[in-house]
């Protein structure tokens, strides 16, 4: 499957695997020079074992962000950790999370940040929106 991808020269590479195929992958892909613009793995590289499994062949992967509330990363934005916030969403939900929830406030940072300076930018240009859909 990787030698079909290499043929067609991606720009964008993600792969959705658990983390031993995820290490294969990764290796397979370098071996064989396949070398996209960028290379996501779905699960992995924030995991401890993960860079030190790869070396230098880790540097450059993308993986959404795994915030595990055993962590200690605290976030300058939040300005807290996985756990802290693991505790916040069990006292205002009344269950203990599994990393999804905890994942998604920093995905939607850094989806909407960007989004909202070229909004600005496009703004300060003069650029009419599209008007919504009425059905």
Same mark, same amino acid.
């Given at each position: 499957?990787?030698?079909?991808?290499?043929? $067609?020269?991606?720009?964008i590479?993600?792969s959705?695997?658990?983390?031993?195929?995820?290490?294969v992958i990764? $290796?397979?892909?370098?071996?064989?020079?396949?070398?996209?613009k960028m290379f996501g793995?779905?699960?992995?590289?924030t995991?401890?074992?993960?860079v030190?499994?790869?070396?230098?062949?880790?540097?450059?992967?993308?993986?959404p962000?795994?915030?595990?509330?055993?962590?200690?990363?605290k976030d300058?934005f939040?300005?807290?950790?996985?756990?802290?916030f693991a505790?916040i969403f069990?006292?205002d939900f009344?269950?203990f999370?599994?990393?999804h929830?905890?994942?998604?406030?920093p995905?939607?940072?850094?989806?909407?940040m960007?989004?909202? $300076?070229?909004?600005?930018?496009?703004? $300060?240009?003069?650029?009419?929106?599209?008007?919504?859909?009425?059905?």
């Amino acid at each position: 499957m990787l030698a079909e991808i290499k043929d $067609k020269r991606p720009d964008i590479l993600l792969s959705g695997s658990y983390t031993s195929d995820s290490l294969v992958i990764v $290796k397979q892909a370098k071996e064989m020079g396949l070398k996209p613009k960028m290379f996501g793995i779905l699960l992995g590289p924030t995991l401890p074992g993960f860079v030190e499994s790869l070396k230098q062949d880790a540097d450059n992967l993308l993986e959404p962000i795994q915030w595990s509330a055993n962590m200690s990363w605290k976030d300058d934005f939040f300005g807290y950790g996985a756990a802290e916030f693991a505790r916040i969403f069990e006292k205002d939900f009344g269950y203990f999370p599994d990393y999804h929830p905890r994942s998604r406030p920093p995905r939607y940072w850094c989806i909407n940040m960007p989004c909202r $300076k070229s909004a600005i930018s496009t703004a $300060k240009r003069s650029v009419t929106p599209s008007p919504r859909p009425t059905s």
